[in-house]
């Protein structure tokens, strides 16, 4: 009987063994969130093949199906355990299957990874594992982030977070989703051939990169740009990771977009909202684009109906700004100082002290002053804005950021007849004796209404020329992207932060810019600016369909080049113009973006986080 008894509770433990001996494939498995999540597993077998301070890497044959990782993060911090194995080392281990999410950061994804390592075995020494070499082995989708991100815009549909990803938990898709391709390759040990930097590094010394393999929206420069897919849904450009700190201690080289680099090698985790590949060792710099940044050919011209217009976010100008006399020398020499200026984030006299100043004429003065030095100019530059109520508007606090013009006096000036509006008057079309004017100029639109809360309201000005052609402008400056999730996190779409705001705006202006063209259907009106947001977003800029033209659609630039602005694996256009009927009905419009700030060799260099740009057009 005790012999019997003692059989069977061996029978049982060997049972029980069996049931919790498991291959990397079962925790992984083909979904986001592991089928083992909680339990502990024993027997598991894999080769290291890399070791970092918090854990390290192991790695099974690869199995048929791509959609499960071969490889696995085993999370430890106990550098006994860390000391006990080496990259090379087949061994066997038990631990608790773990899907772990930073409890701060609940919009994250879960990564799998094996908690508690226990009863490690070194098996065998010395083994190697060959990494998956993307491009070759397999490449990343080059189009959608993940199929939950209905709507269509894709991944920039709006409202966000209509669905979870660890909620519906669905199968991978691989082939087909960013998202999906870079989760199948969780824990696992790949190399990126030939990698080239979409964007500057971050304050970590971690940057985006693509390999060699197939992309799409590749610009002269050899950054991605947002474009519009052959679907007809924005491309989120998912053939893209970061690359994060190397493992061994190395120092990541400077990074700016379009450096390549030496081939990386690492193991691809998910961390900090993102996938990475996180390096063995730092790579080199291989080639870095040339350090040269052309001008702008479009040039001033002397015909009085022919004007010139640049769009510049100057980044919290102030009047002592070290970084003045660089964006002065961009105004004049790269943008060739055109007949007006768009100008964004002017701050009022004290910069970010908070001292109740508001008016910017300093600043403005400053900076015109700057603009003439630069270019040997005979003249400054004329200036006109509106302060705004103290702490009211948006930016860095104390600032009082407000959008400013400046313009060339001998080319067109400001209509008479009409007062300078204050922060808090909305400024109207009217019908006057010549033609429509507006009720004070320049002038703010409709500043009292919620759509401009803590946001910088837009600038509207009447011109005419000597001979007494008249155009409007309008300059924006809208509500920031502060808040939002990551493009990669598990709220689908991802939360774009201030989107409904930027909605309302453009409404607000579109229902002044028909106002005025109520009143004079062949009205020539600019609207131009930072409206921190992407063309793509097609539901912010839908009150403007039909309405009024984008610039770069009637210069027909290529939609490849439509940028202004980097960020993570994307160059962007955040800066837009645009124009009436009649402006657009001339035809010959032309544009350019200079790409003074984003193609600096370092980030360190910039100054503006965006690029300025310059059009001309005909207002008669």
Not at 200 to 208: D, I, L, Q, T, V
Not at 372 to 390: D, L, M, W
Not at 557 to 573: K, M, S
Request: charge should be negative; include cysteine; glycine fraction near 8%.
């Amino acid at each position: 009987m005790v012999l019997n008894t003692l059989l069977k509770g061996a029978f049982l433990a060997t049972l029980q063994q069996v049931a919790c001996a498991v291959s990397i494939a079962d925790i992984q498995g083909a979904s986001w969130v592991s089928a083992l999540s909680g339990q502990t597993v024993s027997n598991l077998t894999g080769t290291v093949t890399a070791k970092g301070t918090s854990g390290f890497w192991i790695q099974e044959a690869r199995g048929k199906n791509a959609a499960i990782s071969n490889g696995l993060n085993v999370f430890t911090t106990s550098k006994t355990i860390l000391a006990s194995v080496t990259v090379g080392d087949l061994i066997s281990l038990s631990g608790k299957v773990t899907d772990f999410r930073s409890t701060s950061n609940p919009s994250y994804l879960f990564a799998t990874e094996l908690e508690s390592p226990a009863n490690i075995t070194v098996l065998s020494s010395n083994n190697t594992v060959a990494p998956l070499v993307l491009g070759q082995d397999r490449s990343p989708p080059t189009q959608r982030l993940s199929g939950l991100d209905r709507g269509k815009d894709g991944w920039l549909s709006v409202p966000g977070n209509r669905s979870q990803v660890e909620v519906e938990d669905h199968k991978l898709y691989p082939a087909k989703y960013g998202m999906d391709f870079w989760r199948s390759l969780e824990g696992q040990l790949v190399t990126i051939p030939s990698p080239t930097a979409t964007d500057f590094a971050n304050s970590f010394g971690e940057f985006w990169v693509y390999g060699d393999w197939n992309v799409t929206g590749k610009n002269s420069r050899g950054g991605l740009t947002i474009t519009i897919g052959p679907d007809n849904v924005p491309d989120a450009n998912p053939e893209t990771i970061i690359i994060g700190s190397p493992l061994d201690g190395t120092k990541n080289p400077t990074v700016s977009l379009g450096k390549q680099f030496s081939d990386i090698t690492g193991v691809v985790v998910y961390q900090f909202g993102f996938y990475y590949l996180v390096p063995l060792t730092a790579p080199t710099v291989v080639s870095t684009p040339s350090s040269v940044i052309p001008p702008a050919t479009i040039v001033p011209s002397k015909d009085e109906c022919t004007i010139t217009l640049g769009d510049y976010n100057i980044e919290n100008m102030a009047p002592t700004s070290s970084h003045m006399p660089t964006v002065a020398n961009h105004i004049a020499n790269f943008l060739n100082t055109p007949d007006l200026m768009f100008i964004q984030e002017v701050q009022d006299n004290s910069g970010p002290t908070d001292d109740g100043v508001v008016i910017a004429n300093l600043t403005l003065t400053n900076l015109s002053n700057a603009v003439q030095s630069a270019g040997n100019a005979s003249a400054a530059y004329n200036f006109t804005e509106i302060s705004p109520v103290n702490d009211q508007d948006g930016g860095e606090p104390g600032g009082n950021i407000r959008v400013a013009y400046l313009f060339n006096n001998a080319k067109f000036s400001l209509v008479p007849g009409s007062p300078a509006g204050g922060a808090l008057d909305a400024t109207k079309p009217q019908n006057g004796t010549d033609g429509v004017t507006l009720t004070f100029n320049p002038g703010r639109i409709d500043p009292t209404n919620a759509a401009w809360n803590a946001s910088r309201k837009p600038l509207v000005a009447h011109w005419e020329t000597p001979s007494g052609t008249g155009f409007f402008t309008i300059n924006l400056h809208l509500t920031a992207k502060l808040g939002g999730t990551s493009t990669q996190g598990d709220p689908r779409p991802p939360i774009n932060a201030g989107v409904d705001q930027r909605t309302s705006q453009v409404k607000t202006v579109a229902t002044f810019v028909k106002s005025l063209l109520k009143l004079d259907p062949n009205a020539n009106i600019i609207v131009a600016g930072d409206c921190n947001e992407y063309a793509q977003t097609r539901s912010v800029f839908a009150a403007f369909d039909g309405l009024l033209t984008e610039v770069d659609v009637a210069a027909n630039i290529p939609g490849v080049e439509r940028y202004t602005y980097l960020f993570d694996q994307n160059a962007e256009q955040l800066d837009h113009m645009f124009v009436s009927p009649a402006i657009a009905a001339r035809g010959g419009i032309a544009v350019e973006h200079v790409h003074v700030n984003n193609w600096a060799a370092s980030l360190s260099v910039r100054a503006s986080d965006h690029d300025p740009s310059v059009a001309q057009l005909k207002i008669c």
